[in-house]
């Protein structure tokens, strides 16, 4: 079987983003299929091509997969105006190899929501299976943030996704606020599959290289936060909950933040003009350094902005970093992944806007280590028992392999 495969994001390992398009992708290949990765190129993800781009696109071939990236820049620092631009344009050009291209079945995978129009295209004007993942969703997500407030692009995006939904074969929701927003657009139950983001287990399993970045002691307890510095990360609750700590005289305590985005020089600049000392921002880092930071770390931050739409809407690929580490989490909302937390007894959920509450769970956490730990051996667990990426990558397989029967 072979597979045209649309993520604008795509990257392998040696970015610093989210690697579940490449290990999907292997996944197809040790299953015996076909890979065609189309892609743009993405601030902080490496594609593993590095020839010139000729006219305007590059192709080649990485650890079996055939990728083609277009020379679409893109960052989440851009403007809203130049971001919108970048997706209709990836869209645009993907169209063309969607029409053009052999291939069995397609597979699209948001965000951009716009990614969903190439397999539309291949859907109807080649009658090919189509299977469309949904990441976020959109418009929910950004209409609930304020950030897309227009009525007639709401309406647009709404009515994109509907048609996405609608012509897939199957879709894929990556949260179970995901799949019940799929459904309430009218798509069957038995064409959407719950598939979320999954643990890389082997990734952690040598942490012989640990490292801590400058200003974190060995015996401080470090909380980190690995991501984007974006709107809907809410990270001025972490500063928030510093500000807290500071008023304890617990400098033992360091907040790690770690990733780019476009509310970085401005969390930057509040923390110095608080004298926040005890948090520290550091660049991207690649995908094994990641895990070496990680193996050092003592718990995961799991913040976002205090929107309903997140709290079963999100699947969020530090979340599940987090627990194949063996650490324990803190969120500062409820939903899907703060009921894992308390299940499984790794980690803590606190209120949303509370730092009090956030600054309170740190203490607690290096107050009792012994407790920590075991909190990390129970992240740990869960991991391996329910989001072994292995596992769950068969189960999308499966999903890519039925719907190439569809027409047959």
Known sequence: MRVLYFHQHFSTPQGSTGI????????????????????????????????????????????????????????????????????????????????????????????????????????????KPFVFEVRDLWPELPRAMGVITNPLILFAM????????????????????????????????????????????????????????????????????????????????????????????????????IGQGRLKASLQK??????????????????ARLAQLMSAADIGLQLLLNIPAFYCGTSPNKFFDYIAAGLPVLTNYPGWLAGLITRAECGYSMPPEDPKALADALELA??????????????RQLAASEFDRVMLADAWVDVIESASLVRE
């Open 20 to 127: 579940r398009s490449y290990e999907m992708a292997r996944r197809l290949l040790l299953r015996g299929h076909t890979v065609t990765m189309v892609c743009g190129s993405y601030a902080g993800g490496q594609t593993g091509l590095s020839d010139h781009f000729v006219s305007g696109r590059r192709e080649g071939q990485v650890e079996g997969i055939d990728i083609i990236e277009f020379d679409l820049a893109y960052s989440n620092s851009d403007s809203f105006l130049k971001r919108t631009g970048i997706f209709l344009l990836f869209a645009i050009k993907s169209i063309k190899v969607a029409l053009t291209h052999s291939y069995d079945v397609v597979f699209a995978t948001s965000t951009p929501l716009t990614a969903g129009i190439p397999g539309i295209c291949a859907r109807f004007l080649r009658r």
């Open 158 to 257: 709404s009515l994109l996704e509907w048609v996405s939904y609608r012509s897939a074969d199957y879709c894929i929701g990556l949260a179970p606020g995901i799949v019940e927003g799929i459904a309430s657009r009218g798509v069957e139950n038995t064409k959407i599959r719950l598939v979320p983001n999954g643990c890389d287990l082997a990734m952690f399993e040598t942490t012989a290289l640990k490292w801590r970045p400058d200003g974190v002691n060995q015996s401080d307890l470090m909380a980190i936060f690995t991501g984007t510095h974006g709107q809907a990360n809410g990270l001025n609750s972490a500063l928030d909950a510093a500000a807290v700590l500071k008023e304890r005289c617990r400098d033992d305590i360091k907040i790690v933040l």
């Open 270 to 287: 509040r923390a110095i003009e608080m004298d926040l000392t005890s948090v520290i921002f550091h660049d991207p880092v690649d995908k």
């Open 366 to 379: 290096a107050d009792d280590r012994g407790r920590l730990i075991q909190m990390g051996l129970n992240a």
